[in-house]
């Protein structure tokens, strides 16, 4: 066995490399970090090769002095941290002093600096593990990076790169990362002499250019929140913008912040997913099981959010020193995080959506309902049940007692669907609520409504089972749901297994609102059901709680099972299909609605309603054109 001796500090630096500098986006993160840490507030990136022929990255920060450019491309010399109090509570992007030292081990490196004070920029150069004399160079105030032919001298390295577009692609993203956490700083990235992003920040109201910048103030979350929703909108889409909320919530030094997506905006996949803890990208179980949970029933199947959020918490609470990259951190109290995020998106979400205008853009979710493809053929001819007399019913609703004579009076002696001739007794906007009231009934499966934007098409099934699914969960939020007694138990034939559950799990069942009790060795009756839940499906309802109190025991069933099999007894409680509804009816499924948390969203994730506006319709029919 050969003898135990230490490693060249270049292999050692060669080794470190293939940890830190996997490919050019990693070195590109590293040097972006620096130069956020730097204070810059301008930042270009110049890529060619997909950044493996040339990486460039040139800053407006406070530069190195001359003095401390060797050792920047030293192994373990940074001046981030002194201590390991200053570890446990490292505030700046980057600490390991390493990431600029691996690449000068596996490229060309030129690092040019000039501070504030200097008359001039100086210079130096490595590769290979040997330096250069620092040396005075032309160059602004601020840093430029310059990374050339990464792992030229390990040819086995640099094959397990991928295809130019590929490596472009992962700088890009990387790009994308950085610029999303710093909205108040103004970026620019070429490839090959060809711009790819510009991105101004709006956030200050002076910006100096490159070659008079001053070492900039500290920026403020406030500052940040300002200029995010242009950055978002510049770098996700302008669709990603409209169908997005909100996120703010502060408590115990904890502070959210951000956009995160209505469930009508969602992915196939999770490329558009962004979090920040204190300004540092990270993927996070914890954090990614608190966000799937606060989605959980509101979206369809595997489709996954979209969101920019920012934590901002103290830096004694959280462990950046995970992970070579810095892209996973441990938290103190995971759990602690783990509940201030589901609580705030959860409660961001269940604004009821009917006060959320952008959720009802009809072209957002005609696109989401496109690429979900829900094709919605109709398997039958369609009918229209219309409302009796609707203006009347609408008059009668809303005109004083004395007036309604005359509204109905109005009414008849109007011609058929002459709106002009009932204008003046149809509710003004300040009386019309969002979703507004109930024309017709559309193959026995839409409810067709008039509000102020125009049209509003409402699935009526998927929308009662989510009132009722709502309803269910707040009963057993409060310990139990309501119980009905039935004047005439229904019975059923049952397996041994179910009727040996029923007894066993009698006080479980009588939380969900079931009396359910053997009424021989082969019938259960139930007794009794949620008092919201419809008889006509005793049975049903019934099957499916026992089934569940089999597979998984009443302790599951109560906690975490407990949404699922809520939903399913919503669905049997709904309208159903072909179902005829009356006026009164469907408006009160509206009222409802505009009162029901994640009313927007079925128990499955599709959506309940469409809004089409009065300027969609006349485009569809070519009015004013």
Known sequence: MPAIQLLPDLLISQIAAGEVIERPAAALKEILENSLDAGATEIIVQLEGGGVKLLRVRDNGSGIAPDELPFALMRHATSKITSLADLQRVASMGFRGEALASMAAVAQVTLTSRKTDSPHAWQIQSGDGTQSEVTPA????????????????????????????????????????????????????????????????????????????????????????DALPKRIEAMLSKEFAQSAVPVSRKTAGLHLYGMASLPAYSKTSREAQYFFVNGRFIRDKVIAHAIRQAYQDILHHQRHPAFVLFLDMPPELVDVNVHPAKSEVRFRESQAIHQFVFHTLQQVLSTPVALTENASDLSNQLAQVSSMQQTMSIQQPMQLHMASQPLVFYDALFEKKENRGEAEEKFNDAPFLNTQSHSQSFPSETEIPPLGFALAQLSGIYILAQNVHGLVVVDMHAAHERIVYERLKTALDRQQIPMQPLLIPVSFAAEALDIATAEEEHAAMAQLGFDIAPLSPTTLAVRAMPAMLKQIHAEAAARDVLHEMREYGATRVLTERRNELLSTLACHSAVRANQTLTVPEMNNILREMERTERSGQCNHGRPTWFQMSIAELDTLFMRGK
């Not at 086995?156 to 577009?165: N, V």
């Not at 250019?209 to 103030?217: D, F, G, H, R, Y």
């Open 138 to 225: 032309a160059h602004a105030q601020g840093t430029s990076v310059e990374i050339r032919e990464l792992y030229f001298n390990t040819p086995a390295r640099r094959k397990f790169l991928k295809s130019e577009a590929t490596e472009l692609a992962y700088c890009e993203e990387t790009f994308k990362r950085i610029a999303l956490s710093r909205p108040d700083v103004t970026f620019s990235m070429q490839h090959n002499n060809r711009i790819m992003w510009q991105l101004p920040t709006l956030s200050r109201s002076s910006h100096s250019s490159l070659t008079s910048i001053s070492q900039p103030p500290e920026i403020s979350w406030e500052e940040k929140a």
